[in-house]
């Protein structure tokens, strides 16, 4: 079993991890990582920038002259994948699905038919990075979805008619009482009538769900009137809700409360509460008035009168090992739940007891098993007795009509699949090279020619384990990736395939970032606050040797950029900078100077007269000098900039810093401070992790979503 270091974790689902951590109030969240490359022509900038040893002269377009972004471009949708976790599904018959994960929706007419009959749509107007929790569709033309970023809703009137038919609606947060939370669950039992639930305790209804943030009315029932943000704790959360009807609306919360109410709409005094289990109920489902099924832990909770009170719910431990993740019952004699290790659990009699229910596992990834884990399914939607999709957080949906005929009755489709882009390196721009967390280089000799420019290919003959985390490019003949795992890996050949690649493991922590100013010098760091260096990069292990460099704070060194052999430049999660003018020298050849309270993820130094690195605070932090202590530093932060991941400076009159909700801040002045910085919206949604400018005429972000967002300069 291999380790992986602990900000390696942080740093996979970067979209998912900071969202799901954005939506508990955290105020730490993952990383994603990329990776800078120094060389003659600027490389790539994240986690590990890239830098060039001097700015290249061009004579047009000017550095100040803005660059035009294209949309997206997925090219890295090819196993091993990461996927991308589903987080919930609604489908109001056979013949439409509606399922929703960070910022998109994935819809079908004909659910069973296969990957092909899924589409994926990326849904943009949020305010922040979304994290599309629920959703509901009561009918063919109308799905409300629910993120739990924001006090937002995504509709649509017609959800397969792509992007333009889903609107973003965002409810006014001014009041104490919901302002920051996000919402959690929706249910809709007509097209005229929906309830959303929030983690600070609201319902929020409407019975014109798609008439704008003024039809939807917003009343706390569970918990103090006023919930801190982030509190995370019992009674400030509600977590589903289950409405069969405009006179019956049963949710749940964080405590293990059901909260119930005959009159929705009827103000707070309208719900009451009552206090059934000891853990958190996580769904509910309530195909009647008279009936009602809610999971939590492993408990399922049942009612035949739901708004009776505490006496009127009976507890069932079905599992004392794996947690209920979601339920849907088409009838009262047919209920669907489903775990966090791929299980299906069935029963046609849901108030019988612990005996009246069936586990059957239908979805499995060995991996995950040889780990003691399984695949959590996220959801499940079952319109009817003969017909149920489950969803999970892998990107795939489980579908059957057959619902109680066992494993082989289900049917596992991917549906929306993608790999994380960490780090991109391109110096020239005639080669791009980028890798992902699932061991994939990503590679094109024409990074502005399109998805089928872009070559996919695993450089460990298909195991997804190894997390590619940096690369850095000095030149056609030579690039340099680190891994997670330890390992450097080698090619002097990139776009070769993979048997030009060469992994090499050196035995130490997990690599974070690597810069290769030229082909005698790559400088790689580590978790462990180590830099990692060699003079003769393809020449396996004993050709590299190990510092520690960043002992005295105990923080993990993100990035790293070398303009040339005699400046390097790290940074850490502790806001350091890691500087040396001799990076083989050892230990003592590198100084520590303190710049910025927030973690630097990405550094870049076009020369060694300047180098720019980026924070988690949306912060740019610039110098003229960088060995010349903290005081050689400054910190601005550009208007409308927040969580910045990777940075990429093609010439000492142009940088540019990428990151959260798919923003790039570029200055032709970085040192100018905040005013000389401008925040450009590029990328829709996405979770851009990092940027290689080649030249000032051609830039190349990544994102989380394994798509390319390529930035020129006009005719």
Known sequence: MFEVGVMAYMRVAVLAVVLILTACGSSSGPKAQSSSQPSATPTSMAATPSPTTSASPISTPTAGSPLTWAAPVLVDHQPPFGGNGINGVSCTSSSLCVAVDYGKVITSSNPTAGAAAWTVTNVDGFNDVPYLASVSCPSDSLCVAGDQNSHTLAISTNPTGGAAAWTVTKLDSSDATRGGFGFTGVSCPTSGFCVAVDSGGNVVTSTNPAGGATAWKVTHVDGPTVCLKGEGSPPCGLIAVSCPSISLCVAVDVAGNLVTSTNPTGGAAAWKLAHVVGAELGEVSCPSTTHCVAVGGGDVVTSANPTGGATTWRVAQVTGTHNLTGVSCPSSSLCMAVDDFGDVITSSNPTGGVAAWKFTNVDTDPVATANGVGVSLAGVSCPTTSFCVAADDSGNVITSTNPTGGAAAWT???????????????????????????????????????????????????????????????????????????????????????????????????????????????????????????????????????????????????????????????????????????????????????????????????????????????????????????????????????????????????????????????????TGGAAAWTVTHVAGSNFLTAVSCPSISLCVAVDSNGSVVIGTHGA
């Open 412 to 670: 596992v489709t991917n549906v929306d699949s993608s790999n994380q882009l960490q780090s991109v390196s391109c110096p020239t721009s005639n080669l791009c090279v980028a890798v992902d967390y699932f061991g994939n280089v990503v590679a094109s000799n024409n990074p502005t020619g399109g998805a089928a420019a872009w070559t996919v290919t695993n450089v460990y003959s298909g195991a997804g384990k190894y997390h590619l985390i940096g690369v850095s490019c000095p030149s056609i003949n030579l690039c340099v990736a680190v891994d997670q795992t330890g390992n450097v890996v080698t090619s002097t050949n990139p776009g070769g395939g993979a048997a030009v690649w060469t992994v090499t493991y050196l035995g130490g922590e997990a690599l974070s970032g690597v810069s290769c100013p030229n082909s005698g010098l790559c400088v790689a760091v580590d978790e462990a606050g180590n830099v990692v260096t060699s003079t003769n990069p393809t020449g396996g292990a004993a050709a590299w040797k190990v510092a520690n460099v960043d002992r005295l704070s105990g923080a993990g060194l993100l990035g790293v950029s070398c303009a040339s052999n005699s400046l390097c430049v790290a940074v850490d999660i502790a806001g350091n900078v890691v500087t040396s003018t001799n990076p083989t020298g050892g230990a003592a050849a590198w100084k520590l100077a303190h710049v910025v309270g927030a973690e630097l993820w990405g550094v870049s130094c076009p020369s060694t007269s300047l180098c720019v690195a980026a924070d988690n605070g949306g912060d740019v932090v610039s110098s003229t000098n960088p060995t010349g202590g903290a005081a050689g530093w400054k910190v601005a932060h550009p208007i409308g900039s927040n969580f910045l991941s990777g940075a990429s400076c093609p010439s000492v009159s142009l940088c540019l810093g990428v990151g959260y909700t798919g923003n790039v801040v570029s200055s032709s002045k970085p």
